[in-house]
């Protein structure tokens, strides 16, 4: 089936240490998001790429790092310096050929202990 | 800069009862608009999208008119149903097509509850 695969669903981490999330794609398409949801305050911009080997800084890019190595995979990685990394994490796609629709991974949930 | 504003929730309705969630935007050109669903649990899907003043979308029974004179989008559907319940997102998108494709701006989300 084509889509967006996000993994782990559920993660937890202890304070001061990295986690990757991952986010795979089948669905051929050029750009790849990550953002951000917390209750109450919509999606916010993480990390951005809309080609392979290129990525650019959304609104809170701070604490976090990304590779676009694969067209198919946006690795996105919670460091230690993010202050307060507890939400839900949203990966998402466009085609670029559409009027900016994306396309929603699942979402990782990570908790920090 | 660029901003979209939600009513506030939760809404909470019976079913078969009509729905309205206003959504107003902010924006320094001619954006595209979107509702996005998010089931619990799940990540969003995109409900309907409006390219330019005046387009209505449409999907599933919700539908959104592009006001340009209010800058609004509202979503309405006319008797929801308890499936009907999740999370509605409106957002904004611009230079579709361009450098900033996908990068669009989201409201904070409302809050569906449909009671049977």
């Known amino acids: 089936d084509g889509g967006i695969t996000q993994s782990p669903k559920y993660l937890f981490r202890k304070e001061g240490q990295n986690v990757t999330l991952s986010c795979e794609q089948n669905?051929?398409?050029?750009?790849m998001y990550w953002y951000r949801q917390d209750p109450g305050q919509g999606l916010r911009l993480i990390y951005y790429?809309?080609?392979?080997?290129?990525?650019q800084k959304g609104d809170i890019a701070e604490g976090y790092s990304v590779s676009r190595e694969k067209k198919e995979s946006f690795p996105l990685t919670v460091t230690s310096a993010q202050k307060n990394p507890t939400a839900f994490y949203l990966c998402?796609?466009?085609?670029?050929?559409?009027?900016?629709?994306?396309?929603f991974g699942e979402g990782s949930r990570l908790t920090v202990l | 800069g660029n901003s979209v504003t939600q009513m506030e929730g939760p809404v909470t309705l019976s079913e078969e009862a009509f729905l309205t969630i206003n959504c107003t935007y902010t924006?320094?050109?001619?954006?595209?608009l979107f509702w996005y669903v998010q089931y619990p649990g799940e990540g969003l899907q995109l409900l309907l999208k409006?390219?330019?003043?005046?387009d209505k979308g449409s999907n599933k029974g919700f539908e959104a008119t592009y006001r340009k004179e209010t800058t609004s989008f509202h979503l309405e559907k006319g008797s929801v149903q308890v499936s009907d319940s999740a999370v509605y997102f409106c957002?904004?998108?611009?230079?579709?097509?361009?450098?900033?494709?996908?990068?669009?701006?989201f409201g904070q989300g409302t809050i569906l509850t449909v009671h049977p």
């Open positions: 998402a796609t466009a085609s670029g050929r559409d009027t900016g629709e994306l396309f």
């Open positions: 957002a904004l998108s611009l230079n579709a097509g361009g450098t900033s494709y996908g990068k669009l701006t």
């Open positions: 669905l051929n398409h050029d750009a």
């Open positions: 924006a320094t050109g001619y954006p595209s």
């Open positions: 409006a390219t330019k003043a005046d």
């Open positions: 790429s809309q080609i392979v080997n290129d990525f």
